[in-house]
Nanobody
Framework: QVQLVESGGGLVQPGGSLRLSCAAS????????MAWYRQNPGKERELVAS???????NYADSVKGRFTISRDNAKSTLYLQMNSLIPEDTATYYC?????????WGQGTQVTVSS
């Protein structure tokens, strides 16, 4: 069973940056398109960014130009570089597969953007 462990969140001021990481167990990471999602209490989980097996990326309009998704298949790790953060980016961030059957969700990593 693939396990996903997110890390790298924290409290940051508006305009700041954070880099999230998602470590995936198992050796099938390279065979899946992956994505970052975020969720606030009482709201639906939303797709933030996705990356295909070949490295093609796509972003939600709200983060385009500020966030960058990347992957290191050798380390079975997914990344999300977040720059120019705004309070609306505050949420718990999760990683999971993008287009195939979802794996069990990890605990997520909390990002809080506040002065």
């Amino acid at each position: 069973q693939v396990q996903l462990v997110e890390s790298g969140g924290g409290l940051v001021q508006p305009g700041g940056s954070l880099r999230l990481s998602c470590a995936a167990s198992g050796n099938s990471f390279r065979t899946y398109g992956m994505a970052w999602y975020r969720q606030n209490p009482g709201k639906e989980r939303e797709l933030v960014a996705s990356i295909t097996i070949g490295g093609t990326t796509n972003y939600a309009d709200s983060v385009k130009g500020r966030f960058t998704i990347s992957r290191d298949n050798a380390k079975s790790t997914l990344y999300l570089q977040m720059n120019s953060l705004i309070p609306e980016d505050t949420a718990t961030y999760y990683c999971n597969t993008a287009w195939t059957t979802k794996r069990p969700w990890g605990q997520g990593t909390q990002v809080t953007v506040s002065s």
